[in-house]
Every structure is written in structure tokens, then in C-alpha cells.
């Protein structure tokens, strides 16, 4: 019995083991070892930077979409540049415009006189100023990852005119071509001072604390103008018609400024490619072999030269980096290579569209460029921070 019953059970044994060998491998707490991994991602999720396409609103383009709208932009600024000529204290007909500018009425007519000598150059300039806000615009809010950067947001405007101011009242400037410098050396040290002081700043987001210490900065650089013109009325009257910025009487500074934009334009169309690996993050950019902080310093030099041209020009003229920035970007996507000529067009035509705007506007007088612009960027901008999550929990 034993004998028999020996093999038996023997032969039963290794049968049921096997069996029940499967169960004991995935008992290790199988419910345990997931809740780790679910802590973890989180935890690991603020401390990456975030996309730059979702932060700046970029939009998936085509290359049908950006074929489109360059010609849209071309032809709209094309029909601007007309109007421009054509509209003003002496209407004259479109007809007129091409006639002259083909050359086919005499110079010494009156409407050849008015269009060729008035008119031309401050349309010009006002094609050059836009482009180079723009420019500015777009180059700003790529180095920083931030959308609602643009110079007049930062305090640069005011930074290069608070430096004219000074040039005004403590040195005796009056040429509008010596203002250029020392709005250039105004504009470089308000941008190091805002920038350097929001990497400094750690209890509140980047985008946020760049904006706040940019408000800070334009406030303080409103009140040292209002102190240095409040009691000279020679350069207040001199400061009161630069300061509100306008084309109108400014088409002889565009001999001295063509050089500079037209250099500051070439080199940031060149920005492209670095902005993009900058974009991607400081630590992927350095992966790809870019030198972060070189390029952003080379960057943000190429924005003050645009910046400063500009406002030494025509005087601050705020909000135009920033809806074109966002205009062209909503046609081409977050690619800095595209955005950028196509943010110049955008800035072109929304300034050339705003000075035209202001001569229709009511009253026998003009409404100055600036004037028109914020009123149109002041509710582009209060939307944007609207739409945008960029408060960090």
C-alpha cells in the first residue's frame, strides 16, 4: 500500500506544482508597484520648460496657408502704400498716384510736389518703422518665450526716450539724427536692466515677472521725463513733439536711419535658425551645439538696434511688435525663419493702416500714429493675457 501509494502522491506533487508556481511571481504586490510611477511624472512636470509652440499660440501652416497669405500681405500693404499717398489734407486720385510715381505727370505740379516730397518719404518711413518694431517684436518674444513681449512692454521705448530727453535738456540736442545715439545707448541699458533683473526673479513665472518688471521700468522712465521737462518749456515743446509719435514732419530723419534698419533687418532675418533651438529650451539648445547665452545676447542686440531706430525716428510708437509678432504668427506658425519677414510685413502694414486711419479721423486736425496704434494694440494685448495660461500655479 505504502509502496504503491508512494508513487502516487509523488507523481501528483510535481503535477501541482507547476501550477501553483505561477501565482506566487505576480504576487509581489502587484497594485504597489504602479503608485510610484504615477508620482513621479507629475512630480517631473513643472520642473520642464514649456513648449514654446503652445506658450506663443503658434498654429500648424501649410504651405498653400503661407503662400496665401504672403500675397494677401503684399497686396493689403500695397493698397495701404497708395492710400498713403493719396489721402490727407489734399485728397488726390489713386490715378494721380500712379501717374506720378511712373513719372508720367511733371515734377514741378503741385500734386507731383505734395506726393514726391511729402507724402513718399513718410510713407517710407513709415514701412522702415513698422518693419523694425516688428522685427524687434518677434526676435523679443523668441529669446524670452514670452507673447506678450514687445519693446513699448519692457520699457525700451521709454528707455531710449528718456535718453533723448536728457540729450535735450543737458547737452542742448536738436538735430533729430543726433537723437539716434542716444536713444540706441538708452534703449541697450533699459533691456539689460529689465532682463537682468527678471532672471533674477524666482517667486513668480519668467513670462510674468519679465512683463511686471517691464511696467515697473516704463513707469519709472515716465517719471524721470516728466521731471526733466517739466521745467524747461523750450525742451519740453521740443520733447512734446517727438514724444507722441507720428510720421507727420519726420521724412527728413530717413536719410540717417535707412543704414541702420537696413542693417538691423538683414541681421534678424538671420536670427531665424538660432531662435528656434533657443526656443526649444536653454538645455536643448545647448544640446544642439548652440551657445545660449551668446546667441541671446546677440539676439537681444539686434532687437535694441531695430528698437532704437525707430523710436529715435518717430518717437514711441507702442504695440506694433506686438500684434504683428502675433499676426504673422498666426499665418506661419512658431517657425522663426518664416515668422520673421512675415512679421515685418504685418508691422509695415499695420503702422502704414494706422497713419492713414488718424488723417481720416474727425476734426481738421491729424491723429498722431502712436495715439492710433495703442488704441488698437490695448485691446489685442488685454486679450492675449487673457487667453494665454501663462500664470504658473
Known sequence: MTGTGTPATTGVRPAAAPLSSPQPSPQP????????????????????????????????????????????LIGALAVAVVLSLALGARDIPPGVVVQVLAGRLPSDSYDAAVILGERVPRTALGVLVGMSLAAAGVLMQGITRNPLVDGGVLGIELGAACAVVAAIVLLGVTDPSGYFWFALAGAAITTAVVIGLSWLSSRVSAAIGLVLIGAAAAATLGAVINLLVIRDEAAFARYRFWSIGQLAGRGDVLVDLWPFVAVGLVLALGCGGRLNALMLGDQAAAGLGVRVRRSQIGVAVVAVLLCAAATAAVGPVAFVGLVGAHLGRLIVGADQRRLIPFG??????????????GRLGPGHGEIPVGIMTALVGTPFFVVLARRRRLVEA
Do not use: I, W, Y
Open 344 to 357: 515685418m510685413l504685418c508691422g509695415a502694414l499695420l503702422l502704414v493702416t494706422a497713419d492713414v486711419l
Open 29 to 72: 504586490s502587484p497594485l504597489s508597484s504602479p503608485l510610484p510611477v504615477p508620482l513621479a511624472v507629475p512630480q517631473s512636470v513643472p520642473a520642464a520648460e514649456p513648449d514654446p509652440r503652445a506658450v506663443l499660440g503658434a498654429v500648424r501652416s501649410t504651405a498653400r496657408r503661407q503662400l496665401l497669405g504672403l500675397l494677401l
